[in-house]
Nanobody
Framework: QVQLVESGGGLVQTGGSLRLSCAAS????????MAWYRQAPGKQREFVAA???????NYADSVKGRFTISRDNAKNTVYLQMNSLKPEDTAVYYC?????????WGQGTQVTVSS
């Protein structure tokens, strides 16, 4: 059984920072990519950031310069450092892991940015 455990969400004020973590446990033979998505109420889930096992990163235009994705391959953990947060960043954030055979999703963690 594979499980993705997310943590780090919470309530912050505009301009504040949060660091999200997503740890993968269970049998995963290899991880090709780890990513973060988010979904606000009434909207579709959207891409936020991704990182390959080799360290190549990609970001949505809305978070470039503010968010940083990183990973610890030894711990099968991906992080999302979020700085200069805005109310429009408010959403449930989901971790996504793509292995050579399967795609896994975390349970989601709530991020709320107050005005």
């Amino acid at each position: 059984q594979v499980q993705l455990v997310e943590s780090g969400g919470g309530l912050v004020q505009t301009g504040g920072s949060l660091r999200l973590s997503c740890a993968a446990s269970g049998t995963i033979f290899s991880i090709n990519l780890m990513a973060w998505y988010r979904q606000a109420p009434g909207k579709q889930r959207e891409f936020v950031a991704a990182i390959t096992s080799g360290g190549t990163t990609n970001y949505a235009d809305s978070v470039k310069g503010r968010f940083t994705i990183s990973r610890d391959n030894a711990k099968n953990t991906v992080y999302l450092q979020m700085n200069s947060l805005k109310p429009e960043d408010t959403a449930v954030y989901y971790c996504k892991v793509i292995s050579t055979a399967y795609i896994y999703w975390g349970q989601g963690t709530q991020v709320t940015v107050s005005s």
